[in-house]
């Protein structure tokens, strides 16, 4: 079993469900042509959005971000910490559960950052390519012998001022049942850097229930599949806590601040208030 590969349980027949209200064929299918096109249009506009200082492509990423999310349908929720605009001089890494393709413009309409993603994604046709001028970095995540690689490039992103966003459990799991244990690496990445570690929770919700099915992206569920399923769930919302950072120096070694991030991550004890909502 590789380090960057652990299987979740989560299936698509036993959660990527939807428990609640509907949209008709004819929205849903609107809401599904708007998010796509502004996904497109975003990734068309990478080479012009690269030439701004980076505090006003920071700014442009979060509307196109925040844009998309909405495009599809799906509310925006933002809780917790209030969020530095400015990066940090010695970086940030921003770890967060991982339930859906959603969380990706989620993440990035609050905290704009270099994502991870597999090595796989740099050959996909258009998205590849622009992937990779964004910043994008990538991992082999089925060599474990590129293990260190993955690390030192991390931590150099970080070291040079760059927010990092990763999703340590390295599958994505519904949120009905907890979710994996956070996998260490990315966390040395951060102790080499000397870069603070921005715990970041998720959920989907509705109105009729806590847990939201219908944002599942899990096992081998069809991209097209649930994409028409998110457009289709009525009164979707996203939520987004952002967390006290924990300075990366504060931990013994790179697995005790993994489990300290997963802890903040899963604790549901944490009563902070709301930073910001967005409807």
């Known amino acids: ?110 905290l704009p950052a270099r994502m991870v993603a597999k090595s796989e994604i ?12 964004g910043g994008t970095l990538f991992i082999e995540r089925d060599r474990l012998r590129a293990l260190p690689h993955a690390v030192r490039s991390l931590s150099g992103a970080l070291a040079s001022g760059s927010r990092v966003a990763v999703f340590p459990q390295g599958s994505t799991w519904c949120g009905r049942s907890g979710g994996g244990r956070f996998r260490p690496a990315a966390f040395q990445a951060a102790i080499d850097a000397g870069s603070a570690v921005r715990p970041v929770r998720i959920s989907y919700r509705t109105a009729e229930t806590d847990t939201a099915g219908a944002a599942a992206f899990v096992g081998d569920d069809p991209l097209a599949a649930s994409l028409w399923r998110v457009v289709t769930a009525a009164g979707l919302t996203a939520e987004i806590r952002i967390l006290p950072p924990v300075p990366a120096g504060g931990e013994p070694d790179r697995r005790a601040l993994a489990r300290v991030a997963q802890s903040a991550v899963a604790s549901d004890s944490a009563n902070l208030p709301a930073a910001s909502v967005h409807h």
């Open 122 to 133: 740099r050959s996909w046709p258009l998205l590849g390519p622009f992937a990779a001028l």
């Open 1 to 110: 079993m590789s380090a960057w590969l652990p299987v979740a349980p989560c299936t698509p027949r036993g959660c990527a469900h939807h428990e609640g209200a509907r949209r008709a064929p004819l929205p849903a299918a609107a809401l599904l042509l708007a998010g796509c096109a502004l996904t497109f249009l975003g990734v068309l506009s990478v080479p012009a959005v690269l030439l701004l200082a980076p505090s006003h492509r920071d700014r442009l990423i979060r509307r196109w971000a925040y844009a998309v999310v909405r495009a599809f349908g799906v509310r925006i929720r933002v809780t917790g910490c209030a969020v530095e605009r400015a990066r940090p001089p010695a970086g940030e890494l921003v770890v967060a559960n991982h339930v859906s393709w959603l969380d990706i413009p989620l993440v990035a309409a609050v």
